[in-house]
Nanobody
């Protein structure tokens, strides 16, 4: 069984920053790719960033240069540093991983960016 728990969301003004955390348990964390997704009201869920087990990263075009995904394998935690936030970044952010052929999700954390 895999558990993912996000934290760090909140309300921030446009141009501000937030750092999201996702603590993982019950999996071989260091070998798993970890992803951040987001879903805004009325929109489909979209992939925001991915980090592989060896640290390779990939970002959605909409967040390149503003968001940074990282991981601390000793703490079984993946982070999403979000800078220069825009109102269109407002969404529920969730972390996810695939383990044992199943995709697991955290409960999500709300990020609201005011203009």
């Amino acid at each position: 069984q895999v558990q993912l728990m996000e934290s760090g969301g909140g309300l921030v003004q446009a141009g501000g920053s937030l750092r999201l955390s996702c603590a993982a348990s019950g999996t071989i964390f260091s070998m798993n790719a970890m992803s951040w997704y987001r879903q805004a009201p009325g929109k489909q869920r979209e992939l925001v960033a991915v980090i592989t087990g060896v640290g390779t990263t990939h970002y959605a075009d909409s967040v390149k240069g503003r968001f940074t995904i990282s991981r601390d394998n000793a703490k079984n935690t993946v982070y999403l540093q979000m800078n220069s936030l825009k109102p269109e970044d407002t969404a529920v952010y969730s972390c996810s991983t695939v383990a044992n052929f199943n995709q697991y999700w955290g409960q999500g954390t709300q990020v609201t960016v005011s203009s």
